[in-house]
């Protein structure tokens, strides 16, 4: 089998150059000026761009346990659609995913119904309950990619400690959920002015903070590589850059809505505004921003969290926390902060695919001869629209519903295999 892409942009080591890509059987057979081959399929890219396929290391598909919301097959098919060849799932499944066989459940169901590569995240702890350390010498050995209670937060930071020890261990990165449950209260909203206006409960930044320095701290007595999911203050940044500064394994990610909304879209009550962490101050947000070009964030990852409308449309305070993320990410992305110049395209591309990929030390990810031919190709000129008919999530609790966007995802290959065509 034998795929031909013709004319495109691609995303090739850094730069963006116009080159054929040859695609044999799973991998990217060669890469040059003018290809022509006997292919069996031909795709004119004129005028599109093709980027490796986008990598997200943090979703969740919730499956098993909780498929109403989303799916093994419904979660891979809108990744798909979003450009993404490889996703992460979290472990906050039911059961949790702290032992082997749920490891193996999905890694199973992945393979024989995916719409992309689904890498496994174990717990850190047994039932993420932040008690028991969970199995992750037999989690790692079944193939997970990291450990996580994302959603959750263990709080005892001695057994977070031990965590850590283990994790190095198995040398498995630990990414953290950063959220002190104290400080954070049952805080509906970024603690702010508008908070303050609208008279919902607040989230401090500082519930964010305290846990991120104590955890660079831990993590820099067990040796540990830690992980920073979702960052969302200028001064969880700072710490960050501290910990870079002194040659410590910190990484950190940012999601789209952290980056392109603040607290002030909480002034709609709109329940897709809600989110943990919560969507911070225009300060905070533009700290992200900045922190993205410059590389002090090291990737963006959707955080895709799909519920059902009858969880998210009732009153903000008792709405679940968190939006679908997959099939939004590049175009709203693209929109916002390529189109105006404030983020290149090729910082965009790189933060969505090859820099997870390595971040998480997946198997290696970009446009090279010989690799596997994962790629998303995208026209910049078309729009899409977030019509709930349009969405592949079984869930459509997105604040980009029913907004028109520019760029279109228009075709997904994953092992050379098309996994999304768009119609
Ligand atoms: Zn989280």
């Given amino acids: 089998m034998k795929t031909l892409i013709k004319n495109g942009l691609a995303y090739i080591e850094g730069a963006i150059v116009k080159m054929d890509i040859l695609i044999e059987d799973t991998r990217i057979a060669l890469i040059d000026n003018d290809i022509t081959a006997d292919a069996d399929e031909v795709i004119d890219a004129a005028g599109m761009h093709v980027f490796p396929g986008f990598v997200d290391i943090h979703a969740h598909l919730r499956d098993p346990g ?3 919301k989303e799916d093994i097959i419904s979660g891979t098919r809108a990744a798909a659609k979003g450009g993404f060849t490889s996703v992460c799932a979290m472990p906050n499944t039911e059961p949790v995913v702290d032992n082997i066989a749920t490891v193996d459940y999905i890694q199973r169901r992945a393979r024989e119904l995916g719409f992309a590569r689904v890498f496994v995240i174990g717990a850190i702890t047994k039932q993420s309950a932040g008690e028991e350390i969970s199995e992750m010498a037999t989690m790692k050995s ?11 937060c263990v709080q005892n930071a001695k057994l977070m400690l031990n965590c850590m020890r283990y994790a190095v261990n198995y ?17 509906q909203i970024h603690s702010g002015k508008i908070a303050t206006q609208i008279g919902l409960s607040g989230i401090p930044a500082l519930a964010e903070e305290t846990i991120i320095a104590r ?5 820099e007595s067990a040796k540990a590589r830690l992980h920073i999911a979702h960052i969302t203050t200028a001064k969880s940044l700072e710490l960050v850059r501290r910990a870079k500064e002194q040659g410590l394994p910190v990484t950190c990610e940012v999601t789209p809505h952290h980056l392109l909304l603040n607290e002030e879209a909480c002034l709609s009550f709109d329940t897709n505004t809600k989110m943990k962490p919560p969507l911070r101050s225009e300060k905070d947000r533009l700290a992200c921003v900045e922190a993205l070009k410059s590389g002090l964030i090291d990737c963006i990852a959707t955080d895709h969290a799909p519920h059902a409308d009858f969880e998210k449309v009732r009153e903000f305070d008792h709405a679940p926390f968190g939006i679908i993320g997959f099939e ?3 175009p709203v992305l693209y929109q916002s ?21 390595k971040l ?8 090279r001869k010989g690799n596997p031919a994962d790629l998303t190709i995208v026209d910049l000129n078309q729009s899409s629209v977030f019509a709930a008919e349009n969405i592949l999530s079984k869930s459509k609790n997105t604040p980009w519903l029913d907004q028109t966007i520019k ?10 295999t098309f996994t999304f065509r768009a119609e």
Avoid: C, N
């Fill in 171 to 187: 040398d498995l990165p630990v990414i953290i959920h950063a959220e002190d449950y104290h400080l954070a209260g049952k805080g």
């Fill in 360 to 367: 998480l030390r997946l198997p290696e990810s970009g446009i």
């Fill in 328 to 330: 939004t990410a590049f």
């Fill in 337 to 357: 902060l390529v189109l105006p110049g404030i983020i290149p395209l090729e910082r965009l591309i790189e933060a969505m695919s090859t820099a997870p990929s």
């Fill in 407 to 416: 760029s279109k995802i228009i075709y997904t290959l994953l092992d050379g």
């Fill in 66 to 68: 909780q498929t109403y």
């Fill in 215 to 219: 955890d660079i701290m831990l993590a």
């Fill in 142 to 152: 079944g193939g997970v990619v990291a450990v996580s209670d994302d959603g959750k």
